[in-house]
């Protein structure tokens, strides 16, 4: 599953609604990974420690799919005792009232092949289908109300895109995770979302 729906009622004003277990933030240096815990408040993007090399991260982005497979992925069980206020806080986190989103668009894009992604690029031509990468822009005021933005690929792990694979086009996989992550986000910024 690429997300988990929290269910249960929470003592606090402030609910989990949802946690998507991989986005992907480009970075100059080093491309970023990122859990994003969302409440019915804010979006907290989690940084995770680094599991792959930066030209690994910047495959990934560049075809939408998990190259390495044996990361687990992150529960909202996991996040069940953080404090929220605490992963706000901490400063390799990205926090996002939604109250202060601007705007929320979705758009996809076919693949950006290299020389150097030769084998790939034949390896998926022979399979015959053609799929997008799926990625986000957020567009928010921050705390001093200046507009910023953070872009976010939907890259799925491993461990959600093989077992998909045996039954499903790359295509199919890739649409269906970053549609149930736009799907959650409809639920909590209703009125800030653009599909293209």
């Not at 996809?108 to 399979?127: A, S």
């Not at 507009?147 to 976010?152: A, L, M, S």
Request: charged share 25%; proline share 5%; glycine share 4%.
């Amino acid at each position: 599953m690429m997300y988990e729906t929290g269910e249960g009622s929470y003592t606090g004003p402030e609910r989990k609604v949802a946690l998507v277990h991989r986005v992907i933030m480009p970075d100059k240096d080093y491309p970023k990974e990122y859990a994003l815990l969302l409440t019915d408040r804010r979006s907290i993007f989690i940084l995770q420690r680094k599991t792959r090399s930066s030209f690994v991260l910047r495959g990934e982005m560049r075809y939408g799919t998990a190259l390495v497979t044996d990361v687990e992925p992150k529960t909202l069980e996991d996040y069940e005792n953080a404090s929220l206020e605490s992963l706000a806080v901490e400063a390799s986190n990205i926090t996002v009232p939604h109250d202060a989103v601007i705007s929320l668009v979705m758009t996809k894009g076919e693949p950006n092949f290299r020389l150097q992604d030769l084998f790939i690029w034949l390896t998926m031509r022979r399979q015959g289908h053609k799929f997008h990468v799926y990625d986000f822009e957020m567009n928010y005021r921050d705390n001093a109300n200046l507009e910023t933005r953070v872009r976010f690929y939907m890259v799925p792990l491993g461990v959600y895109f093989k077992p998909r694979r045996q039954t499903q086009t790359r295509e199919t996989i890739l649409r269906e995770y970053a549609m149930d992550a736009l799907q959650i986000f409809q639920k909590v910024l209703p009125n800030r979302i653009i599909s293209s």
